[in-house]
Nanobody
Framework: QVQLVESGGGLVQPGGSLRLSCAASGIIFRLYTGYWYRQAPGKQRDLVAS???????NYPASVKGRFTISRDNAKNTVYLQMNSLKPEDTAVYYC?????WGQGTQVTVSS
C-alpha cells in the first residue's frame, strides 16, 4: 500500500521560508520522479517542482530561484524548500510520486 505523508506547512509572513517534506512508503522511491503541486482556492492544481530519480530538477518561472526541490532516497523523502514567500504562494501543497498523491499541507503567506 503506497502512502505519501506531507508535513511542514503553516503560516508565514511574506519574505519568509518554509520547508515541506513528503515521506513515501510502499514504493521503491528511488526509481521515481517526485513532484510538488499546489492548488489555491478556486484554481487548478499547478506543478511547482519536479525531481527525477537522477536528481534533475525543474521549476516553472513563478517559483524558479525561490523554491528548491530535493530528495533523500535513504529516507524515502522529497523536500520543497520555499524561500522569499509571497502571498500568491498561498495554497495547499501536494506531493505526487508515480500517480499517487499525498493528502496536502496548507501553506499560508500573510502578514
Amino acid at each position: 500500500q503506497v502512502q505519501l505523508v506531507e508535513s511542514g506547512g503553516g503560516l508565514v509572513q511574506p519574505g519568509g521560508s518554509l520547508r515541506l517534506s513528503c515521506a513515501a512508503s510502499g514504493i521503491i522511491f528511488r526509481l521515481y520522479t517526485g513532484y510538488w503541486y499546489r492548488q489555491a482556492p478556486g484554481k487548478q492544481r499547478d506543478l511547482v517542482a519536479s525531481i527525477t530519480s537522477g536528481g534533475t530538477t525543474n521549476y516553472p518561472a513563478s517559483v524558479k530561484g525561490r523554491f528548491t526541490i530535493s530528495r533523500d532516497n535513504a529516507k524515502n523523502t522529497v523536500y520543497l524548500q520555499m524561500n522569499s514567500l509571497k502571498p500568491e504562494d498561498t495554497a495547499v501543497y501536494y506531493c505526487k510520486i508515480w500517480g499517487y498523491w499525498g493528502q496536502g499541507t496548507q501553506v499560508t503567506v500573510s502578514s
